[in-house]
């Protein structure tokens, strides 16, 4: 079972009770804002609350020798009441969403934060406002002999002076969206919580995001069959299987490129910001600075769809190729030795392909990546010197990258000139860094394996 979301845009207000003042958009666009306002504050109050909260217990424990009891500590353990009490006009549904986003997004990230590997998460304007499943209901209304497909929305609460429940007009073009709203009208396909969003251009827009139950028709996996995957600077992602020599890779080419040309792009807005005219001048730095973070979200919507294509594309071949398990390196500490890895949001492509994984029931490891790179894959010798280049692979043992291969009887040897076997001619077969790194991530048990093979001098650094 996995979780399928539609996106539609937001038409109109639709306005079905006679005698009634109608909702004009200026007043819903308004409602939306003024919610989404205040999940935005609630969010970050929850996320403080929650680090504030982690570090009253350790304080508690030094001064008493025990953790505190959330049960004696309502006052600061209860936020739902304060954000009720806080936001009163808003509908108790979202503030309890809210307050569940918020917790979520802290025991992701708690470990992290307080071992001061990242900061505190904070929440932008542009948030979206989560319902709560049960909250809103989708209807098809035939109008003017046409079919409108309407959700009605809870979004204020019963001590605000405007009405609670909204009605939306969505616009449905395809046909593929009208049969996934056919499916959650006649309860075929079960709702999850409704997000509402808002795009970032000049003339917004809002739009509903419907998740819904999606279970996907299971595919023949063998769970001993394992694809290895590996990030690097010249192949962005370089695959390969335990049990055969097929073998693929994504160039990094499309990522560098885009990334180069926005931040010169960027620093190119930036230095006209000095000498712009009084259009831009005249408006303080926030408007000076605009069109640089209208580049930063380009640059953040390419990311975004570039990791949903190359981990849609790698989950697809590892269907296709049967594989019961995807193993990938756990890259927690690798910001420190790789610029490139550091720029691009690995973190995101990791979640995305295990969240794809999950739809067809492939099971998804990260190893230590500890001396992957530097290991043969087919004799398992491990040296430095293994890697004479960034993107060459040769075996100070058993030659592995530097062996010629016999184009008649398809025998290697370790030396140049005619086959020993038969006399045919011989070519150099090459072996690409890349590839040995994904064939040793592909092996099962690869940790232990190396930890045995290095003996004593395996001494993996201690992850932060």
Not at 155 to 169: A, C, E, F, G, P
Request: one cysteine or more; charged letters at 30%; proline letters at 3%.
């Amino acid at each position: 079972m996995s979780i399928k979301a539609v996106r539609l845009e937001i038409l109109k207000p639709y306005n079905e009770v006679e005698g009634k003042e109608p909702v004009t958009w200026n007043e819903l666009g308004q409602v939306l804002r003024d919610v989404r306002y205040a999940c935005a504050k609630a969010q970050n109050y929850v996320i403080t609350q929650r680090y504030l909260w982690e570090q009253f217990k350790f304080e508690y424990k030094n001064q008493n020798g025990v953790y505190p009891d959330a049960k004696d500590f309502k006052e600061r353990t209860d936020l739902y009441s304060h954000l009720t009490a806080m936001f009163p006009e808003v509908a108790a549904s979202i503030l309890n969403q809210t307050d569940q986003v918020a917790t979520r997004k802290w025991n992701n990230e708690k470990k992290d934060v307080l071992s001061l590997r990242r900061s505190l998460t904070s929440f932008k304007l542009e948030v979206p406002i989560p319902i709560y499943n049960k909250s809103y209901k989708l209807r098809k209304i035939c109008e003017d002999d046409k079919i409108i497909y309407v959700i009605n929305v809870n979004l204020l609460s019963k001590k605000s002076q405007k009405q609670t429940t909204y009605s939306i007009v969505l616009k449905v073009k395809d046909n593929s969206s009208k049969t996934i709203l056919d499916r959650l009208i006649n309860q075929e396909l079960t709702q999850r919580g409704l997000q509402i969003v808002s795009s970032n251009k000049k003339q917004q827009k809002w739009f509903c995001l419907i998740p819904y139950d999606f279970t996907q028709k299971e595919a023949e996996l063998n769970p001993d069959r394992i694809m290895g995957i590996d990030l690097g600077i010249a192949k962005a992602v370089y695959y390969a299987f335990n049990d055969s020599y097929k073998r693929g890779y994504i160039d990094g080419g499309e990522i560098e490129h885009f990334r180069k040309s926005v931040r010169a792009r960027r620093i190119a807005v930036q230095n006209q910001g000095k000498y712009c005219g009084e259009g831009r001048m005249g408006h303080g730095v926030k408007r000076r600075l605009k069109p640089v973070e209208v580049l930063r979200e380009k640059e953040k919507n390419f990311r975004n769809l570039t990791n949903h294509r190359y981990a849609r594309r790698l989950v697809e071949i590892a269907v296709k190729n049967q594989c019961g398990t995807i193993q990938m390196e756990d890259l927690t500490s690798i910001s420190k030795d790789n610029v490139f890895l550091k720029d691009w949001p690995y973190y995101d492509l990791q979640t995305k392909i295990a969240e794809k994984a999950s739809e067809y029931g492939i099971a998804f490891k990260k190893i230590n990546p500890y001396k992957t790179s530097q290991r043969c894959s087919r004799c398992g010798y491990v040296d430095m010197e293994n890697r004479p280049e960034q993107a060459v692979f040769v075996c100070q043992n058993c030659g592995y990258g530097a062996m010629y291969l016999c184009e008649s009887c398809n025998k290697e040897q370790n030396h140049a000139g005619k086959c020993d076997n038969c006399g045919g001619r011989t070519n150099l077969i090459t072996v690409n860094a890349d590839y040995n790194a994904a064939k040793n991530i592909a092996t099962k048990d690869i940790e232990a394996i190396i930890k045995k093979e290095m003996g004593k001098d395996y001494n993996p650094p201690k992850r932060n």
